[in-house]
């Protein structure tokens, strides 16, 4: 009987011994943060091409729908349709026109949090009918959504002096 409990408790310590090194973190599957910066990388070259396309659904698309998009010299904008709002009354001037470039992005180890930042240009008639081109720099947080796909949740850019 005693070799009976004794060989059930051995049974039963390497079970959870097993189950603890299973569980811990140095077992779980790595994240490649690197190849999810390269993809939050190319989401964001996708998405300054559709900003070229001058279609505010389009990229209004690449936000969260809770998302916060931080304009220069405006309010904040809360939620996708506000954000849309933002860059419909930007492509309302036939002038205006902006392209971005990602030069960093980075995500978080557990591969679910990330961002994206770089400079972009815009051109537009200013009000003497001048045509003036601005440069700036953004910065961009992404999120894994629960269908899998980034959508952009905070949105800030501004102009260099």
């Not at 964001?44 to 559709?50: G, T």
């Not at 971005?100 to 200013?126: I, M, P, Q």
């Amino acid at each position: 009987m005693k070799g009976s409990i004794r060989i059930r408790l051995t049974s039963i310590v390497a079970t959870i011994g097993v189950a603890v090194v299973l569980l811990s973190p140095s077992c779980r599957p790595a994240v490649d943060t690197n190849a999810i910066a390269t993809e939050l990388t190319q989401l964001d070259d996708a998405w300054s091409r559709a900003a070229a396309t001058r279609n505010a659904d389009t990229v209004a698309s690449f936000y969260a729908a809770d998302a916060i998009a931080y304009p220069p010299n405006a309010a904040i904008a809360i939620g996708q349709a506000a954000a849309k709002e933002v860059w419909a009354s930007y492509f309302a001037d036939s002038t205006f026109s902006i392209s971005w470039k990602t030069e960093h992005a980075e995500v978080s180890n557990s591969g679910d949090l990330g961002f994206t930042a770089g400079t972009y240009e815009d051109s537009f008639r200013g009000p003497d009918g001048a045509l003036v081109t601005e440069r700036g720099k953004y910065l961009c947080v992404w999120a894994k959504q629960a269908d899998g796909s980034w959508k952009a949740t905070h949105d800030m850019w501004n102009a260099d002096a």
